[in-house]
């Protein structure tokens, strides 16, 4: 079942004074299934961000279409917005986004006291989920006094609670070292295999790997994708590293 349409998608981006203009998304198509795990490459520049902010609607397009579940994203209210994005989508951020003044179980509870949930409702989705992230024992410290791994962990567990549609991933393993980025990747392909539809945006190799499919931007086009299917994680790095190799230099899909 397909949980995300995306159809011909364009952005310009014009300065100010229309002085000048820049195609940060020329023509780009594709779609995810519900279920799938996808992540999004290209080099610096290449239209990641803008193709995001898109996503999660905090940006509009030129022209093109998004459509969840069949219902387009572009054509919501403004004001309808910030509840729609709460109700469908989860996030999870390079660097986190937690209230520092917030306890990490607080910070875990806010997108469910946004949306008026009772304190009976909230802890009953809690529990599982702080048991499977390992975050159980430090629900009650706050963001500063907790390593970056769990502040990561915490902003997952933050955007599963209100059992979202789709997660938007933007960089997530960028500021975390590699055994915290070990145990991040490894809950992103847990929370899939339970279900759970993740697009993640990385500059990652490594993070890409673990995803079933890596869609591959080049100057604002689709350029190439690759599905896993059955291979390891160290043949799909190895793939997607001769991908981005090419994508450097410059040359064809089909050289
Ligand atoms: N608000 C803006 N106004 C004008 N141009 C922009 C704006 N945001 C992005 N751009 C341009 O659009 C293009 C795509 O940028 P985008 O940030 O989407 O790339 P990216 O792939 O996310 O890059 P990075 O990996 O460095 O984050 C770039 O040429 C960028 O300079």
Redesign the pocket.
């Known amino acids: 079942m397909t949980l995300l349409e995306v159809n011909h998608l364009k952005k310009v981006?014009t300065t100010r004074f229309g002085g000048s203009s820049?195609q940060?998304l020329s023509e780009v198509s594709f779609s995810i299934e519900k279920g799938e795990y996808v992540a999004i490459m290209?080099e610096?520049?290449?239209?990641?961000?803008?193709l995001l902010n898109i996503l999660a609607t905090l940006d509009k397009p030129t022209s093109g279409e998004v459509l969840l579940n069949g219902k387009s994203m572009i054509s919501i209210q403004e004001k309808k917005l910030s509840a729609f994005r709460r109700d469908f989508l989860g996030f999870v951020f390079q660097d986190f986004n937690l209230l520092d003044n917030f306890s990490i179980q607080d910070n875990i509870f806010l997108p469910l006291v946004l949306q008026g949930k009772t304190y009976d409702e909230m802890s009953h989705r809690l529990k599982p989920i702080v048991q499977k992230l390992g975050i159980s024992p430090i629900l009650h410290k706050f963001p500063y006094e907790v390593s970056g791994g769990q502040k990561q962990r915490t902003a997952v567990a933050r955007a599963l609670i209100t059992q979202p549609q789709l997660i938007l991933a933007d960089e997530p393993t960028g500021a975390l070292d590699s055994r915290a980025t070990e145990e991040l990747l490894k809950i992103f392909t847990e929370i899939n295999k339970e279900g759970q539809t993740i697009l993640m945006v990385t500059?990652s190799i490594k993070a890409a790997s673990h995803a079933k499919r890596v869609l591959f931007i080049r100057d604002g086009q689709l350029f190439h994708q690759i599905y896993k299917g059955f291979i390891s994680n160290e043949q799909m790095y190895q793939k997607i590293s001769d991908t981005l190799t090419i994508i450097a230099t410059g040359g064809g899909r089909d050289e």
């Open positions: 981006y820049v940060a290209g610096s520049g290449s239209g990641k961000t803008t500059h």
